[in-house]
């Protein structure tokens, strides 16, 4: 197994899962809607909230064939799917959180118009010109070869498809407070500057739609309504205290910078 597939593993992830629903109080044979689950499958800076707002500033309506990349659990694809009427192909590189994306949409009743890829966003099985939106939350940093990565997201995407994604960047200052949500060591962790994404962005043939740092928002937004107590993250990730506490500590004293951004494919 890799580092990375060891850092994302969760040995028995679908007992978890059942097992947290239950815990939640909700029946999970009575067909489970997206909300229900936002805090457990929405694995990224901002949780559900942050998955609404990149929705509305990338436009996505009814009917669009999105990709979602290192799509996780699936969270993402399910709420596309079910607010957004959507019909969306995910590539995930852990098959365990495959596994445990595949059990959540027939959960939710979601099967038929979400399918999961175990893969690399690196190789991705699809063909030129496939999809309107390319969709991609905190999942950039475990990549290192950034050009490779943003040429098969313009390869995959048809002309004038917008490619809408948010993570972490590098500022300069060592990232240097581990374990991390996305990274057990340093050797997983490739942040870039803002700069840098966009720059490289521009090379591999998109436009910039929008850019913007959210890191004070986030900083400074309320936290979410607490979820009932079963159902959060911690259910798949190990340690999740210490990586979020690391996070945030990093993203306070300027190690690291949260931004998004929407780019059209040219
Ligand atoms: C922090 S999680 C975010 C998951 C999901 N995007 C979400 O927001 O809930 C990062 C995800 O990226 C996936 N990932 C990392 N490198 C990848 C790659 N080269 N190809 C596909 N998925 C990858 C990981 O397996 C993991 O599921």
Not at 3 to 14: G, M, Q, S, T
Not at 19 to 34: F, K, M
Not at 205 to 216: I, N, R
């Amino acid at each position: 197994m890799t580092r990375l597939k060891a850092h994302y593993a969760a040995r028995d992830i679908e007992a978890r899962i059942l097992e947290a629903i239950r815990g939640a109080g909700l029946n999970p044979e009575q067909q489970l809607s997206p909300d229900d689950l936002g805090a457990l499958d929405h694995f990224h800076t901002g949780g559900l909230r942050a998955s609404r707002e990149l929705i509305g500033l990338a436009g996505i309506q009814a009917g669009d064939q999105v990709l979602d990349i290192g799509a996780g659990l699936g969270g993402c694809a399910r709420l596309l799917a079910s607010s957004q009427d959507c019909r969306v192909d995910c590539i995930e590189y852990s098959p365990d959180y495959c596994a445990g994306a595949v059990l959540l949409n027939r959960l939710t009743g979601l099967a038929d118009r979400i399918e999961m890829h175990e893969g690399s966003a690196l190789d991705m099985p699809f063909p030129a010109d496939s999809f309107d939106v390319a969709w991609m939350q905190n999942v950039g940093m475990n990549i290192e070869d950034k050009p490779a990565l943003y040429a098969e997201i313009h390869r995959v995407l048809k002309p004038g498809g917008r490619f809408a994604f948010q993570e972490m960047a590098g500022e300069g200052l060592p990232t240097s407070y581990f374990p991390l949500p996305w990274a057990t060591d340093p050797g997983d962790s490739f942040l870039i500057s803002a700069d840098e994404m966009q720059s490289l962005l521009r090379a591999s043939g998109f436009t910039a739609e929008v850019f913007e740092d959210t890191s004070e928002a986030h900083l400074n937004s309320a936290a979410a309504p607490a979820a009932p107590q079963s159902l959060t993250l911690g259910v798949f990730v190990d340690n999740l205290g210490e990586k979020a506490g690391n996070a945030r500590r990093s993203l306070e004293e300027g190690r690291i910078r949260l931004v998004r951004g929407v780019f059209r494919a040219g």
